[in-house]
């Protein structure tokens, strides 16, 4: 039978995938506008202008949509780039998940690069970076956080899971790739409890086993 921690994972992974399918959809409705107006305000900027004067006068009638759309492409980035780092840290012991991820990480980049193929893609991929240093910065924070709220845990607390796997032997490799994650002076000692779903694949729970003084 499925932990209580295993089935809150599934319903938690369950809805960052369908945020990914919303984010898709998003995609496709942002390019499709953008690309309506920009072939529509480009088309009246002088192509015999180097790249930065067709900026500059692509700049000079169409700030205000181009500000919006660079601000709704900012977001979207943002967006994208947290939810895909979210699903690789849940499910990225999970094997048979691995195809689905590299599918979402492919889908995004080609949303990413449809940006860059204008004269604004310069400006987009500033906006890329941006927005990957905006997430990195979070997580770092968050991972903080996380720290903070370890020291807290008392003995039989759940700190991580994994699964499903195949065999017995997958689970213990995961939960001892999991052990070497934490120092040898850590304030805890951890234990691990591995058992068949009732999907009959094996998962591992690893709690705190011993408070260390």
């Known amino acids: 039978m499925l932990s209580k921690e295993a089935i809150m994972k599934k319903i938690t992974i369950k809805r960052f995938y369908y945020m990914e399918v919303i984010l898709t959809a998003g995609w496709i409705v942002y390019l499709m506008k953008f690309y309506f107006f920009y072939k529509e305000a480009y088309f009246y900027v002088d192509k015999r202008l180097s790249l930065l004067l067709q900026v500059l006068s692509f700049f000079t009638d169409n700030?205000?949509?181009?500000?919006?759309?660079?601000?709704?492409?900012?977001?979207?980035?943002?967006?994208?780039?947290?939810?895909?780092?979210?699903?690789?840290?849940?499910?990225?012991?999970?094997?048979?998940?691995?195809?689905?991820?590299?599918?979402?990480?492919?889908?995004?980049?080609?949303?990413?690069?449809s940006l860059f193929l204008n004269v604004l893609g310069v400006i987009f991929f500033i906006l890329l970076i941006l927005a990957a240093t905006?997430?990195?910065?979070?997580?770092?924070?968050?991972?903080?956080?996380?720290?903070?709220?370890?020291?807290?845990?008392?003995?039989?607390d759940i700190i991580d899971m994994k699964?499903?796997?195949?065999?017995?032997?997958?689970?213990?490799?995961?939960?001892k790739l999991s052990f070497s994650k934490y120092p040898e002076n850590a304030k805890f000692g951890l234990g691990e409890d591995i058992y068949v779903g009732t999907d009959n694949k094996y998962y591992a729970d690893i709690y705190i086993e011993v408070l260390k003084k």
Do not use: H
């Open 134 to 156: 905006l997430v990195y910065v979070i997580f770092i924070l968050g991972n903080v956080n996380w720290n903070e709220e370890r020291r807290k845990y008392e003995v039989g």
């Open 63 to 113: 700030w205000d949509k181009a500000f919006l759309y660079f601000v709704l492409g900012f977001l979207l980035m943002v967006v994208t780039l947290f939810v895909t780092s979210i699903i690789y840290l849940i499910d990225r012991g999970i094997v048979e998940k691995k195809q689905l991820f590299f599918f979402i990480v492919g889908l995004n980049s080609i949303c990413f690069f």
């Open 163 to 175: 699964g499903p796997f195949e065999t017995k032997e997958e689970a213990q490799r995961a939960t």
